[in-house]
Structure formats: structure tokens, C-alpha cells
């Protein structure tokens, strides 16, 4: 069975800071990640993913992670905070494609002030 | 991106009362679509998966003849929460897969007084 583990359930920056959300996951077979980002009251908006090409992964709004396939993880990084980027991210997990069911993580809020 | 979207965004109910929440996806077709459950700051927990022309398949735990699943066409699948009762509040969330990608719709706020 695949899970996911988040490290931290609430991570706070100052703005301009470096954001780092870690995740590490389990999985029997080659897994695809992903990284989503959820604001207030709202479905999931998909970050980046990593589906056996690259290791390193760049996403929208600055974010990347990193496939380490020795530490099972795909930790979650920006170089400068922005306000804009509190919000809730989940990790997850598929077997295959995006197109399989994925295992979410517990999710991590991220804080930024000013 | 593809854009899901689901009706209605936020619903009151009374306890005994059935809740049909709709997922549609608006620009593509969708042959397998997801129905999460998120309880308050907690994760997304699959509830189930839903075929285009066939039954769904509901994880363990998940109650079929309560959370009742109807995926009609290729671009709508309707969640029908039966006789809800308080703790069926929750934000209920779809998502329809493509080959490579799952696209969320906004979910739906259920409140069941």
C-alpha cells in the first residue's frame, strides 16, 4: 500500500524566506508525486508533479521538489515566500498516471509574515 | 487546465434530508471521476471512484447505499448523500482524471443541522 507522510502540520516563514515542505512517501512500486495547494474553501490546484522524468521538478508560482528516490522523498521548496502563498499544500501519491486514485498527505499549512 | 466544476458550492440540510452534490467536467471528457471528503483541517480521503456506465467503487469504510454514486455521461457524476445526518458535514470534493492528470472541481460545503 502507498502513504505519504508530511513533516510539520503548520510551517511558518517571514516573507522572502525560504519555504521548505517535506514529504516522504511509500510505495511498492515507482510512484508518481505530486504537490497540491489548497486556499480557504476551495478545491486543489496541482503545484507540480513528478512522473519518472526529471528528478528535479519545477511547478507554478516558483515552486520545485525534488525526486530522492534513496530518501523516498519529494520535499516541496520556494526560494522567497510571498504573502500569496499561505495556504494549505498536500503531497500525494499514485501508482501510475495522474489518472489513478491518489493518497493524499495529512497537509501542511504554511504561515508567511510579513 | 481542465476545469471541474461542482453544484451547489455550499448547502444547509436537515437531518433525514437527501443532498445530491454534481461534478462536471466542463472542457473534456472524463471516464473515471474521484469524490473525496475532507473533514476540517484534516486531508482528502477517497471515497470513491466513479465509471462512466458502470457502478462505482467505494473504499473501505464508505457506506455505497449511503453515499449513493451515478456517473451518467462522460462529463457528470453526482454524489447523493442519503438520509445525512450531522457528522455527513463535510467538504466534499471530485476530481476527473485525464491520462495524466486528476482536476479538481471547488467542492461542496455540506452542513447537516
Known amino acids: 500500500a502507498q502513504s505519504v507522510t508530511q513533516l510539520g502540520s503548520h510551517v511558518s516563514v517571514s516573507e522572502g524566506a525560504l519555504v521548505l515542505l517535506r514529504c516522504n512517501y511509500s510505495?511498492?512500486?515507482?510512484?508518481?508525486l505530486f504537490w497540491y495547494v489548497q486556499y480557504p474553501n476551495q478545491g486543489l490546484q496541482l503545484l507540480l508533479k513528478?512522473?519518472?522524468?526529471?528528478?528535479l521538478v519545477k511547478g507554478i508560482n516558483g515552486f520545485e521538489a525534488e525526486f530522492k528516490k534513496s530518501e523516498t522523498s519529494f520535499h516541496l521548496t520556494k526560494p522567497s515566500a510571498h504573502m500569496s502563498d499561505a495556504a494549505e499544500y498536500f503531497c500525494?501519491?499514485?501508482?501510475?498516471?495522474?489518472?489513478?486514485?491518489?493518497?493524499f498527505g495529512t497537509g501542511t499549512r504554511l504561515l508567511v509574515s510579513p | 487546465g481542465a476545469v471541474v466544476s461542482q453544484h451547489p458550492s455550499r448547502v444547509i440540510c436537515k437531518s433525514g434530508t437527501s443532498v445530491k452534490i454534481e461534478c462536471r467536467s466542463l472542457?473534456?471528457?472524463?471516464?473515471?471521476m474521484f469524490w473525496y471528503r475532507q473533514f476540517p483541517k484534516q486531508s482528502l480521503m477517497l471515497m470513491a471512484t466513479?465509471?462512466?456506465?458502470?457502478?462505482?467503487?467505494?473504499e473501505q469504510g464508505v457506506e455505497k447505499d449511503k453515499f449513493l454514486i451515478n456517473h451518467a455521461s462522460l462529463t457528470l457524476s453526482t454524489l447523493t448523500v442519503t438520509s445525512a445526518h450531522p457528522e455527513d458535514s463535510s467538504f466534499y470534493i471530485c476530481?476527473?482524471?485525464?491520462?495524466?492528470?486528476?482536476?479538481f472541481g471547488p467542492g461542496t460545503r455540506l452542513t447537516v443541522l
Open positions: 476530481s476527473a482524471g485525464t491520462t495524466n492528470e486528476q482536476f
Open positions: 510505495s511498492s512500486v515507482p510512484p508518481y
Open positions: 513528478y512522473t519518472s522524468a526529471a528528478t
Open positions: 500525494a501519491v499514485s501508482e501510475g498516471t495522474g489518472f489513478q486514485k491518489l493518497v
Open positions: 472542457d473534456f471528457q472524463a471516464t473515471t
Open positions: 466513479s465509471n462512466e456506465g458502470s457502478k462505482a467503487t467505494y
